[in-house]
Nanobody, 124 residues
Framework: QVKLVESGGGLVQAGNSLRLSCAVS????????MGWFRQAPGKEREFVAA????????IYADSVKGRFTISRDNAKNTVYLQMNSLKPGDTAVYYC?????????????????WGQGTQVTVSS
């Protein structure tokens, strides 16, 4: 069984930064494509960022491009989301997800395993 646990969320002022972490259990982490999604109240879950099994290929939503960076450490079974220049519109619950497909994926249904989410709130 694969378990994902996010951490690093919190309340920050606009313009500041946060780094989210997602620790993944299991010995096959390096074979997974990993993604970050977010869901604001009353809205659908939306794609934020994803990387492939090695971290060498990344893709971002237009709304976060240039501000957020996804990375992974396969030795630590952990994926990260560095969020800079945060805006109030970034406020949401952030989820990490793992896909047995080692390539980059942007659609929630393409991911098999999900974390419980971590709240990020950006004040103006």
């Amino acid at each position: 069984q694969v378990k994902l646990v996010e951490s690093g969320g919190g309340l920050v002022q606009a313009g500041n930064s946060l780094r989210l972490s997602c620790a993944v259990s299991g010995r096959t982490f390096s074979r997974y494509g990993m993604g970050w999604f977010r869901q604001a109240p009353g809205k659908e879950r939306e794609f934020v960022a994803a990387n492939n099994w090695s971290g060498g290929i990344t893709i971002y939503a237009d709304s976060v491009k240039g501000r957020f960076t996804i990375s992974r450490d396969n030795a630590k079974n952990t994926v990260y989301l560095q969020m800079n220049s945060l805006k109030p519109g970034d406020t949401a619950v952030y989820y990490c997800a793992a896909s047995p497909d080692p390539t980059v994926r942007t659609v929630p249904s393409e991911y098999t395993y999900w974390g419980q989410g971590t709240q990020v709130t950006v004040s103006s």
